[in-house]
């Protein structure tokens, strides 16, 4: 069962993104959605860090977006028109 949020994102227009998030009372991962830890080579040499998300949400959900009207997004969220130059490079 997902648990959704909804979140503001202002990239080059306005939305309001429905999300999946993890279970906040999850007693395995505690409600960060899952563990991150690092890893060494045949050497015993860091190698990287590995994610590995929990079984109480799913990271690949896909999230559903609205878009929002200019003026509510100005007036509420302090949201402006993205500024673009003429000057180079392009």
């Known amino acids: 069962m997902p ?3 909804v979140h503001y ?7 309001l993104v429905l999300a999946d998030t993890p279970r906040p ?8 959605g899952g563990w991150a830890y690092d890893y060494g080579d045949e ?10 998300p929990c079984t109480c949400w799913d990271p690949d959900h896909p999230e559903r977006s ?9 007036r509420f969220f302090g949201w ?3 500024v673009y130059s003429s000057e180079p490079p392009f």
């Not at 994102?9 to 939305?15: C, E, F, G, I, T």
């Not at 009372?25 to 960060?32: A, L, Q, T, V």
């Open 66 to 74: 609205v878009t929002v009207p200019r003026w509510i997004a100005r």
């Open 25 to 32: 009372r999850c007693p395995e991962c505690r409600g960060e």
């Open 80 to 82: 402006r028109e993205p």
């Open 43 to 52: 050497n015993g040499e860091y190698a990287g860090t590995e994610y590995v």
């Open 9 to 15: 994102r202002a990239d080059h227009r306005p939305l």
């Open 3 to 5: 648990h959704l949020r």
